[in-house]
């Protein structure tokens, strides 16, 4: 049974970092084209957030694809954390009241991705047989 599963992780894994990109990706996509829509509107591009956006949109995008993942989530994930402790931890000292439940769990997903890597699926992977 554990040799089937470990089989199965490098799989597990891709999914785990596409739907990460796919959820991550509506959050550049609200700050930079307002879709979805969002009570805080647009910012604007030179702004922190507007930065942020751009990060999310094209680092959600490299993610899903597999391509330089550990470098990418390696930025993203810092990009998580920074975003915690500006925005979230100043209101509250529980993640449950100031909302930041998610971005620290982007942070460690993120995290997770430079250590083990883009998983079955990926460019990395495709360039790497390829080499």
């Not at 040799?3 to 550049?28: E, K, S, W």
Request: charged letters at 10%; glycine letters at 12%; a positive charge.
């Amino acid at each position: 049974m554990i040799n089937t599963l470990n089989a199965q992780a490098p799989r597990v894994l891709a999914i785990l970092r596409v739907v990460t990109g796919l959820l991550f990706l509506q959050h550049g996509t609200q700050k930079l084209f307002g879709f979805p829509p969002s009570e805080m509107g647009q910012p604007p591009i030179a702004s922190l957030m507007g930065v942020g956006g751009i990060l999310e949109l094209v680092g959600s995008i490299l993610i899903i694809i597999g391509f330089q993942t550990r470098i990418t989530a390696f930025i993203l994930s810092g990009m998580m954390a920074v975003a915690y402790w500006m925005f979230h931890a100043p209101s509250s000292i529980y993640p449950v009241l100031n909302g930041g439940e998610l971005a620290i769990m982007y942070c460690f997903v993120f995290l997770y991705m430079v250590f083990a890597g883009p998983g079955a699926w990926s460019v990395d992977g495709s360039r790497k047989a390829a080499v």
